[in-house]
């Protein structure tokens, strides 16, 4: 029997399940620089890529070591970015955060939205403790979007992952539940 993916609705956004029909829509914010290189990714090449993107998701979510939604304005209903759980550990009650935004719908406070709605979900749903966001200390707008939600500084992790061909230093950032206020 498969599980059934959750659907989050906000004011502005439907928060659903990806699928290869969303792999254009996915693949325009994918393959810009300026999008993936914070998630230490080199930019997608083809749509292919994509694919391989929308498997991992589809992967995590049947082993229960994460879910990731795709970010949907009502207005449109087409995929302009994804946010979502990773490296769920549910006896230890944590997982990792993660999200991208197509940078034509930066600044205009979506990701916040999306990300405040799947913190919600991760507390009610899986019953969470703590919820990490790892970020590069370049990255100043997503420290500033996890700030805003109440996330906290616990240090700088020193060559924590291997990307690109290069070691990346990441901010461990962490939210726990008594931290929450929406």
Not at 2 to 31: C, G, Q, W
Request: aromatic share 12%; proline share 3%; hydrophobic share 40%.
């Amino acid at each position: 029997m498969t599980k059934e993916f959750p659907v989050i609705e906000t004011r502005r956004l439907i928060l659903r399940e990806v699928t290869v029909d969303d792999a254009n829509d996915m693949f325009a914010y994918l393959s810009d620089k300026a999008v993936v290189k914070p998630m230490g990714l080199d930019p997608f090449q083809t749509v292919k890529d994509v694919w391989d993107e929308i498997g991992w998701y589809k992967s995590i979510f049947e082993e229960g070591t994460g879910m990731r939604w795709g970010i949907t304005p009502k207005d449109s209903g087409k995929v302009i970015g994804s946010c979502g759980f990773l490296n769920m550990r549910t006896k230890h009650y944590r997982a990792e955060v993660g999200y991208e935004l197509s940078r034509d719908h930066w600044g205009k406070g979506i990701a916040n939205e999306a990300l405040k709605a799947v913190i919600r979900y991760g507390y009610q749903h899986f019953l969470l403790e703590r919820i990490e966001a790892l970020i590069e200390p370049m990255n100043l707008p997503s420290q500033k979007l996890v700030e805003k939600l109440g996330f906290r500084r616990e240090g700088l992790l020193r060559h924590y992952e291997f990307t690109c061909g290069k070691f990346d230093d990441l901010y461990m950032y962490s939210i726990i539940k008594e931290d929450v206020d929406f």
